[in-house]
């Protein structure tokens, strides 16, 4: 009888583990989110792939990474280029989205991905967690690895696929509150006269 009860409690611990890390994503995703959510507006820096800057309100955001700017307001996409001045506007996937804003992935995370809380760690001196997300339907997007400040600020998102990492966003400064007019999440068309638009929508 003892043994039958050891063989049960060793066969049922790593189902009741994998509760208890999922419960703990979800707290920590769910407190980023409502960072992420109550604020005028958000200022992040990063580094890393790419180097540049991210204006975030909600699902909006602007993007500039020197060679390209990016705005969305909630249904537009438009994407400029430098170089050829060119203009692209679209309307963006959902994987396209989940690329540029940590909104809009935190947003979504219960419907289309399972969630595991990996454990405390430390990166570059700030202490927090580590968590993964893994797309629920198979050819799906690739495994994102997130790394979340003690103080629900994202520090780090990964994007891998079959154990190779695609891109990694080191968030090297956050600003909260920043208020920010709806106007900065759509293309100006003044500031840029001879830009060639490209409607793709």
Do not use: C
């Not at 583990?17 to 769910?30: F, M, N, R, Y």
């Not at 956050?174 to 068309?189: P, T």
């Amino acid at each position: 009888m003892k043994k039958l009860l050891i063989t049960l409690m060793t066969a049922l611990l790593p189902f009741g583990l994998h509760a208890q890390s999922d419960a703990k994503a979800a707290e920590v995703l769910d407190k980023v989110l409502t960072e992420l959510t109550n604020t005028n507006g958000i200022r992040l820096e990063f580094g890393g792939t790419e180097t540049g800057f991210l204006l975030l309100k909600g699902e909006k955001f602007y993007l500039n990474n020197g060679s390209i700017q990016s705005w969305f307001d909630g249904k537009n996409q438009w994407s400029y280029v430098a170089d050829t001045e060119e203009v692209n506007i679209s309307h963006p996937t959902s994987e396209e989205l989940q690329s540029i804003n940590p909104y809009y992935i935190l947003n979504n995370y219960k419907n289309e991905y399972t969630y595991q809380y990996k454990g405390s760690l430390t990166r570059n001196g700030i202490k927090g967690h580590e968590i993964v997300l893994a797309p629920k339907q198979a050819g799906g997007q690739e495994v994102i690895r997130f790394f979340i400040s003690k103080s629900n600020q994202p520090l780090a998102l990964r994007f891998e696929k079959n154990g190779q990492t695609l891109s990694e966003i080191n968030i090297t400064s956050y600003q909260g509150n920043q208020q920010l007019k709806d106007e900065i999440f759509r293309f100006n068309r003044s500031l840029y006269p001879n830009a060639e638009i490209i409607d793709m929508r």
